[in-house]
């Protein structure tokens, strides 16, 4: 694939977290005609861009200019919440030392644009700025056109199906964040052609492959942990769409795979190993459990853990301690449940 070389990103769930004052001002229009307001759960599942088709689904009643006077009336007010999302600032310095064109592609108002852009600094990141765009399936076509773009080296980053949606109308590489309105499940299904947790993720891969939109196999390690009492760990985390599985993660430049195990697991659970010992190798080509589009090659351990507390980092969301029959009756992930069988009909002497 040619390389990356120009780079559209949209601005809210992206670049800022606007998401609270979003979900204010849009209740504050529902009050205003007798609607009951949005739960956060519910915004996130029901909201979607264009948004005058998703006012046309709930309020068909009001007209678009009545609506925008509502919401940017309310809006106004509750901006000074809106901050910078993690790793944002850093990933506009990134681009700027690149020296990679970036514009950006947004359905922000351009009087909201203007301050929350200026009160940032930003907006000396952007070649140049689309925004009130109502459908950017639109404008996205006109912006390809007017800088003479080729939509084989150009990306598009947000955080929503439309941003999706809009990146394969124009033949674009689509690029989606978990930062912002969409979850998961909904920009999955939507098939992008990149998915990162944030700006950070997608940082590493400009710089990993410079720009070039291909990927790799990863060379992983990870390890089934048993305790003295012979049960095993397993960690439930987000990245594998909640199910369970064992700590471990990406190999770095240079570093042996039992190092990198060890460090992982360390990082992951605070736990340090003993009696390490390899078992298999897994290819696990674009695990459909896993948050994005990956190629795996998995290189599974068993080892024994120094002591039994665990201090789970952001990655995880819960631990249990439990016996291999156990283990085998949970919602795990596909490569772990192929590792605990495997161990199962191998057991260690």
């Known amino acids: 694939m040619p390389e990356i070389r120009n780079v559209i990103l949209d601005w809210s769930g992206t670049l800022v977290d606007d998401f609270t004052p979003v979900l204010d001002a849009t209740n504050e229009i529902f009050r205003h005609y007798g609607k009951p307001p949005f739960s956060v759960e519910d915004f996130r599942e029901k909201f979607f861009l264009p948004f005058p088709e998703f006012y046309k689904q709930h309020l068909p009643e009001s007209t678009l200019t009545e609506l925008d006077h509502h919401y940017h009336a309310a809006f106004k007010t509750?901006?000074?919440?809106?901050?910078?999302?993690?790793?944002?600032?850093?990933?506009?310095?990134?681009?700027?030392?690149?020296?990679?064109?970036?514009?950006?592609?947004?359905?922000?108002?351009?009087?909201?644009?203007e301050e929350q852009g200026g009160k940032l600094g930003w907006k000396k990141y952007f070649k140049q700025t689309y925004v009130q765009a109502l459908d950017k399936r639109k404008v996205i076509l006109h912006l390809l056109a007017e800088h003479e773009l080729d939509a084989s080296e150009t990306i598009f980053i947000g955080d929503m199906v439309h941003d999706i949606e809009t990146a394969r109308h124009a033949g674009v590489l689509s690029c989606a964040v978990l930062t912002g309105y969409d979850s998961l499940r909904?920009?999955?299904?939507?098939?992008?052609?990149?998915?990162?947790?944030?700006?950070?993720?997608?940082?590493?891969?400009?710089?990993?492959?410079?720009?070039?939109?291909?990927?790799?196999?990863?060379?992983?390690?990870?390890?089934?942990?048993?305790?003295?009492?012979?049960?095993?760990?397993?960690?439930?985390?987000?990245?594998?769409?909640?199910?369970?599985?064992?700590?471990?993660?990406?190999?770095?430049?240079?570093?042996?795979?039992?190092d990198a195990l060890r460090r992982e697991v360390l990082e992951e659970t605070g736990l340090?190993?003993?009696?390490?010992?390899?078992?298999?190798?897994?290819?696990?080509?674009?695990?459909?459990?896993?948050?994005?589009?990956?190629?795996?090659?998995?290189?599974?351990?068993?080892?024994?853990?120094?002591?039994?507390?665990?201090?789970?980092?952001?990655?995880?969301?819960?631990?249990?301690?439990?016996?291999?029959?156990e283990a085998v009756q949970m919602d795990l992930n596909i490569p772990t449940r192929t590792l605990i069988n495997h161990v199962r009909s191998h057991p260690r002497g």
């Not at 048993?226 to 397993?234: H, I, P, T, Y």
């Open 186 to 258: 909904k920009l999955k299904a939507a098939n992008p052609d990149l998915l990162f947790r944030n700006l950070r993720e997608v940082r590493d891969f400009l710089e990993r492959h410079r720009g070039a939109a291909t990927h790799p196999p990863l060379p992983t390690v990870g390890a089934l942990i048993f305790n003295a009492k012979d049960r095993v760990l397993m960690i439930q985390t987000h990245k594998w769409s909640h199910k369970w599985g064992i700590p471990g993660g990406k190999i770095k430049l240079n570093e042996p795979s039992e």
């Open 272 to 325: 340090k190993l003993t009696d390490v010992r390899f078992e298999i190798v897994q290819d696990c080509i674009e695990p459909p459990e896993f948050y994005r589009k990956a190629h795996f090659l998995l290189l599974n351990y068993t080892a024994r853990a120094l002591g039994t507390h665990v201090v789970l980092n952001d990655e995880g969301e819960d631990h249990r301690w439990v016996t291999l029959d």
């Open 78 to 113: 509750l901006q000074t919440g809106v901050m910078p999302l993690p790793h944002s600032g850093e990933f506009l310095e990134y681009l700027l030392q690149r020296g990679m064109p970036v514009f950006l592609l947004s359905s922000i108002h351009h009087n909201h644009f």
